[in-house]
């Protein structure tokens, strides 16, 4: 029994694959080779986990745009010549978004510590200075 259901889903991953290869229709008109995005997506993603090529030309026109915005603020330079320096600034939004979020965790942990101190001067001022009606 096992290794018919083994076939089985053999069977069915198979179709599933098949499914998932299929070709993307505008590929011509995407930036960048497609085969190259979706092999950095897999590289990063469970094996076990399939991409829909609507997510796969979404990932390539996002990637597109990305380099558009980057490129439209090192052309704010006043400059012929882009160095490490133009490109480093202009990435920075993006590079910066998990050090954002750790400062947001650091700056609520912190927050918690203070409140938490301030309940306690609470209760001590209304231990210490009960005031009797």
């Known amino acids: 029994m096992p290794k018919e259901a083994t076939k089985a889903q053999e069977i069915e ?4 694959l098949e499914v998932e290869e299929e070709p ?11 085969a190259q995005v979706v092999r950095i997506m897999r ?4 094996e076990d986990k ?3 090529s609507d997510v796969k030309v979404a990932m390539n026109k996002f990637l597109e745009d990305m380099c558009a915005n980057i490129s439209q603020r090192m052309n704010k330079y006043p400059y012929a ?3 490490m320096r133009m490109f480093n600034e202009a990435i920075e939004p993006y590079t910066t ?6 400062e947001k965790k650091r700056i609520m942990a912190h927050m918690e510590a203070i409140k938490a ?3 306690k001067l609470q209760r001590d001022v209304e231990e210490t200075f009960v005031v009797e009606e």
């Open 13 to 16: 991953e198979s179709k599933v």
């Open 24 to 34: 993307i229709e505008d590929e011509d008109k995407l930036a960048f080779a497609n």
């Open 43 to 46: 590289k990063n993603l469970a």
């Open 50 to 52: 399939m991409i829909r």
């Open 81 to 83: 010549m882009i160095d």
């Open 97 to 102: 978004l998990e050090k954002v979020a750790e």
């Open 117 to 119: 101190d301030i309940n």
